[in-house]
């Protein structure tokens, strides 16, 4: 059974930096993209930041910059490194993992449980 487990946000000052952690638990064949999505209040869920597996990143055009979507394979872990972090950050963040079930043919998406940053002075 595979499980995404994320680290734990928080309250940070703007301008400030926070970084959350995913790892995949489990048996699995393999991982591909990883992938670091948010939920904003009052808007709709949007892709923040994603790797692939030889380590290519795409960031929305919100956090370019401030963002960064390291991964360690051995780990089986993907981070999100928030810098220069504003009020609109606030958001649930969420990743999310494509991933091929041991002795399956097809990939499927799993998602952590979600972790709640607030930026706030």
């Known amino acids: 059974q595979v499980q995404l487990v994320e680290s734990r946000g928080g309250l940070v000052q703007p301008g400030g930096s926070l970084t959350l952690s995913c790892v995949v638990n489990?048996?699995?064949?393999?991982?591909?993209?990883m992938n670091w999505h948010r939920q904003r209040p009052g808007k709709e869920p949007e892709l923040v930041a994603s790797?692939?597996?030889?380590?290519?990143?795409d960031y929305a055009d919100l956090v370019r910059g401030r963002f960064i979507i390291p991964r360690d394979n051995a780990k089986n872990s993907v981070y999100l490194q928030m810098n220069n972090l504003e009020p609109e950050d606030t958001a649930v963040y969420l990743c999310?993992?494509?991933?091929?079930?041991?002795?399956?043919?097809?990939?499927?998406?799993?998602w952590g449980q979600g972790t709640q940053v607030t930026v706030s002075s």
């Open positions: 489990g048996t699995f064949a393999a991982l591909n993209f």
């Open positions: 790797i692939t597996v030889g380590g290519r990143q």
């Open positions: 999310n993992v494509l991933i091929r079930p041991t002795g399956a043919a097809d990939w499927t998406r799993y």
